[in-house]
C-alpha cells in the first residue's frame, strides 16, 4: 500500500522555525519528484517546493531563501525547513509524490499555524 505521512506541524510565532517530515514507502520514493504544497483557508492548493531524485530543488518566489526542502533517499523521507515564519504561510502542508510514470500520491496533510 502506497503511503505518504507528513508529520511537523504545530502552532510556532512569527520568526521561528519549524521541519516537516515526510515519510514514503519505498515503492514510490525513489527516482521520484517530491513536492510540498500547502492550502489556507479560503485558498487554492500551491506549490511551495519540489525536489528531483538528483537533487534539483525549486522554490516558490514566497518562500524562498526561506524555506529548504531536502530528502534522504536512503531513508525514504522528505523534509521541509522553514525559517522566518510568517503568519502568510498559515496553511495545511501536503506532502506530494509524483513518480516518473506519472501516478500522484498525497499525504494527509499538517497543519502550520504561525501567530503574529
Known amino acids: 500500500q502506497v503511503q505518504l505521512v507528513e508529520s511537523g506541524g504545530g502552532l510556532v510565532q512569527a520568526g521561528g522555525s519549524l521541519t516537516l517530515s515526510c515519510t514514503a514507502s519505498?515503492?514510490?520514493?525513489?527516482?521520484?519528484?517530491m513536492r510540498w504544497f500547502r492550502q489556507a483557508p479560503g485558498k487554492e492548493r500551491e506549490l511551495v517546493a519540489s525536489?528531483?531524485?538528483?537533487?534539483?530543488?525549486r522554490y516558490a518566489d514566497s518562500v524562498k531563501g526561506r524555506f529548504t526542502m531536502s530528502r534522504d533517499n536512503a531513508k525514504y523521507l522528505a523534509y521541509l525547513q522553514m525559517n522566518s515564519l510568517r503568519p502568510e504561510d498559515t496553511a495545511v502542508y501536503y506532502c506530494?509524490?509524483?513518480?516518473?510514470?506519472?501516478?500522484?500520491?498525497w499525504g494527509q496533510g499538517t497543519q502550520v499555524t504561525v501567530s503574529s
Open positions: 506530494n509524490c509524483l513518480t516518473t510514470s506519472n501516478a500522484d500520491y
Open positions: 519505498k515503492s514510490i520514493f525513489s527516482r521520484s519528484i
Open positions: 525536489m528531483t531524485s538528483g537533487g534539483v530543488t
